[in-house]
């Protein structure tokens, strides 16, 4: 299945892995001593630790309560493995259960699921919102 994740308001590629979780929902979860896929331009605190792309995630050592929301792309399945073995934590990922990633991640790790009705409002690094939308080929 080709199937695009990231788009734009117009339906085309959005320019950004940059997704901000709206602080609105980490209110709702409580405290975290770890976010280990921060954004450089996070206006808000995620977790006590924060780590940016230029301090490399997952070459480092987790700790404590982790938030993860992992970059959409290509290194999105290593944070879900790595925040699985790392056994205390709550990923905010999209939800395509058939996939690899969700079996062997998800399904046989986590203690608990919540699936979310409705899109969430991402916020932009620029401070806008953006609803992440799901496109499925016809």
Same mark, same amino acid.
């Given at each position: 299945?080709?199937?695009? $994740?990231?788009?734009?308001g117009d339906g085309s590629t959005a320019n950004t892995h940059d997704w901000l979780t709206p602080p609105e929902l980490l209110a709702k979860l409580?405290?975290?001593?770890?976010?280990?896929?921060?954004? #450089?331009?996070?206006?808000?605190?995620? &977790?006590?630790?924060? $780590?940016?792309?230029?301090?490399?995630?997952?070459?480092?050592?987790?700790?404590?309560?982790?938030?993860?929301?992992?970059?959409?792309?290509?290194?999105?399945?290593?944070?879900?493995?790595?925040? &699985? %073995?790392?056994?205390?934590?709550?990923?905010?990922?999209? &939800?395509?259960? %058939?996939?690899?990633?969700? #079996?062997?991640?998800? $399904?046989?790790?986590?203690?608990?699921?919540?699936?979310? &009705?409705?899109?969430?409002? $991402?916020?932009?690094?620029?401070?806008?919102? #953006?609803?992440?939308?799901?496109?499925?080929?016809?």
């Amino acid at each position: 299945m080709n199937t695009q $994740f990231e788009t734009a308001g117009d339906g085309s590629t959005a320019n950004t892995h940059d997704w901000l979780t709206p602080p609105e929902l980490l209110a709702k979860l409580g405290a975290f001593d770890l976010d280990p896929c921060a954004s #450089q331009f996070q206006p808000w605190r995620t &977790a006590a630790l924060q $780590f940016t792309i230029a301090d490399d995630g997952l070459a480092r050592a987790w700790q404590g309560r982790v938030w993860c929301n992992p970059p959409y792309g290509p290194h999105a399945e290593k944070f879900l493995k790595r925040c &699985a %073995e790392h056994g205390n934590g709550i990923a905010l990922i999209f &939800a395509p259960t %058939e996939t690899k990633a969700f #079996q062997e991640w998800c $399904f046989p790790r986590a203690s608990g699921m919540l699936f979310m &009705a409705g899109r969430i409002k $991402f916020r932009l690094p620029g401070g806008g919102m #953006q609803v992440l939308q799901v496109l499925l080929p016809s």
